[in-house]
């Protein structure tokens, strides 16, 4: 990597460190967050490409970590993507099918979602919620291992928001899949209560200084290397 490159990746690796700190587990947003990372459950990395139709290095990244089984879940961040919320939803999409293409139908390792910036706070519902807690400084994809899922929510496969990314037999874990709404919903209630309580507005204002922070961060890296910058 050029050292414009190896900058940006710190820079994209650190705000989005606050993300998952400061919002998902300060936040509570997900039970076992902080107890995974610390465990080195979680590989966060950041993927430099900035085309739409660029990808294999997606596709590296995924077929490399799949042979790591100690980590259940995959933060793969694109600092340099600049695509709204429905492209990147489309280019998320893209990288399902194609690396549902390398697999056996059934054994797809990965099951993925899309993180944005710029998805809204909708409080009509619960599951309405979800788009504006994933609201990372930038595009980013989770990719949680399925026999992960499996084994939390009994073979059920209803998408991978926050959910529990180590094998821990925790009371509030057990407690949860003992309920008798699917862990998916408890989980998503509970968040929705927790933005209501602490305040649409407080949870908005902490998202917006994480993101202004990573905006003031790469531009001070584009005055510095003008002419890697754009490209």
């Given at each position: 990597m050029t050292p414009?490159?190896?900058?940006?990746?710190?820079?994209?690796?650190?705000?989005?460190?606050?993300y998952a700190v400061e919002v998902v587990e300060q936040l509570g947003l997900c039970p076992w967050a902080e107890r995974a990372r610390q465990e080195g459950h979680v590989a966060e990395r950041v993927v430099l490409t900035h085309e739409a139709t660029d990808l294999d290095a997606t596709l590296a990244l995924i077929e490399e970590l799949d042979q790591r089984p100690e980590i259940e879940i995959i933060l793969a961040i694109y600092p340099r993507l600049a695509?709204?919320?429905?492209?990147?939803?489309?280019?998320?999409?893209?990288?399902?099918?194609?690396?549902?293409?390398?697999?056996?139908l059934g054994e797809i390792p990965f099951a993925m979602a899309a993180f944005h910036p710029d998805s809204p706070a909708v409080l009509a519902d619960p599951e309405r919620l979800i788009p504006f807690l994933r609201r990372t400084p930038d595009?980013?994809?989770?990719?949680?291992r399925r026999s992960v899922l499996e084994r939390v929510r009994g073979r059920r496969s209803q998408g991978t928001a926050f959910v529990d990314v180590s094998q821990l037999d925790l009371a509030a874990l057990d407690a949860a899949l003992s309920a008798p709404e699917d862990l998916r919903v408890v989980i998503a209630r509970t968040n929705l209560e927790t933005v209501?309580?602490?305040?649409?507005?407080?949870?908005?204002?902490?998202?917006?200084?994480?993101?202004?922070?990573?905006?003031?961060?790469?531009?001070?890296?584009?005055q510095r290397w003008p002419s890697q910058a754009g490209t």
């Amino acid at each position: 990597m050029t050292p414009y490159e190896e900058a940006l990746t710190r820079e994209a690796l650190r705000v989005y460190r606050r993300y998952a700190v400061e919002v998902v587990e300060q936040l509570g947003l997900c039970p076992w967050a902080e107890r995974a990372r610390q465990e080195g459950h979680v590989a966060e990395r950041v993927v430099l490409t900035h085309e739409a139709t660029d990808l294999d290095a997606t596709l590296a990244l995924i077929e490399e970590l799949d042979q790591r089984p100690e980590i259940e879940i995959i933060l793969a961040i694109y600092p340099r993507l600049a695509l709204a919320q429905k492209a990147f939803e489309g280019f998320v999409r893209h990288v399902r099918e194609r690396d549902g293409e390398r697999h056996p139908l059934g054994e797809i390792p990965f099951a993925m979602a899309a993180f944005h910036p710029d998805s809204p706070a909708v409080l009509a519902d619960p599951e309405r919620l979800i788009p504006f807690l994933r609201r990372t400084p930038d595009p980013t994809i989770q990719l949680v291992r399925r026999s992960v899922l499996e084994r939390v929510r009994g073979r059920r496969s209803q998408g991978t928001a926050f959910v529990d990314v180590s094998q821990l037999d925790l009371a509030a874990l057990d407690a949860a899949l003992s309920a008798p709404e699917d862990l998916r919903v408890v989980i998503a209630r509970t968040n929705l209560e927790t933005v209501q309580s602490k305040g649409v507005e407080a949870v908005e204002a902490l998202l917006a200084d994480i993101r202004q922070d990573r905006d003031r961060a790469y531009a001070e890296l584009s005055q510095r290397w003008p002419s890697q910058a754009g490209t």
